[in-house]
């Protein structure tokens, strides 16, 4: 199993990069999380990676943190989830923000992921819910601050004042949040809630 490759970036082509190791070229698979914080070719990189092996290929997949390869290689263990799904759940959400869906139950955020329909939504949360942690640390890792977004803040809101996830779902699910604050989200959410 290659564990980590640590090298000079020789090719980068979203969502594929080389990375030459002392003259032996890497092709890594890449979310684009990953692949938008690479440094320019001819720079030194490290990923960590997860190699898949089937009878007709054997891909690596490279990811800049450790969160993010535990998340991709849990994913993978759910029937239904190949590893085309897990980055593209990696490249549309950071690691925090799927915790924050499963927790919150919150499938409408999950079907924005291209090629989650609405019944692999609703398993992901109920399979991974016992399959992550609030909040891992990993031993050695960057810790990453991840900015929420002002619908999370909302939720986040909506739930401290005691609405249960599947409410505040279907009350955020009503409205237009696209462009809105935080406040403006919750403002709305409780006009909706009072009717």
């Known amino acids: ?23 032996v070229g890497y092709e890594v698979e890449t979310p684009m999380s990953t692949f938008l914080d690479l440094p320019p070719v001819g720079n030194e990189v490290f990923l960590h990676t997860h190699l898949v092996v089937r009878e007709d290929s054997q891909t690596l997949y490279g990811f800049g943190g450790e969160d993010e390869r535990h998340l991709f290689r849990t994913l ?16 549309t959400m950071s690691v925090a923000d799927f915790q924050r869906c499963v927790e919150y139950e919150d499938a409408a955020a999950l079907v924005k992921v291209p090629g989650v329909g609405k019944k692999t939504a609703e398993r992901l949360i ?4 016992d399959k992550i942690e609030p909040a891992r ?47 403006d989200i919750i ?8 009717r």
Do not use: F, W
């Not at 993978?76 to 490249?91: E, F, Q």
């Not at 279907?170 to 237009?176: E, H, M, P, V, W």
């Not at 403002?187 to 009072?194: C, E, F, I, P, V």
């Open 137 to 183: 640390t990993v031993p050695g890792a960057a810790r990453v601050t991840v900015e929420a977004s002002p619908r999370t803040e909302a939720v986040d809101a909506l739930m401290a004042l005691g609405y249960k996830a599947g409410e505040v779902n279907k009350l955020i699910a009503s409205l237009d949040v696209e462009g809105q604050t935080a406040e």
């Open 76 to 91: 993978l263990r759910i029937s239904g989830v190949g590893a085309k799904m897990g980055l593209a759940i990696l490249s």
């Open 187 to 194: 403002r709305h959410a409780l006009r909706q809630a009072a």
């Open 126 to 129: 109920i399979e991974m819910r």
């Open 1 to 23: 199993m290659i564990g980590s490759l640590r090298g000079k970036l020789a090719v980068k082509q979203a969502p594929q990069v080389v990375i030459d190791c002392q003259g």
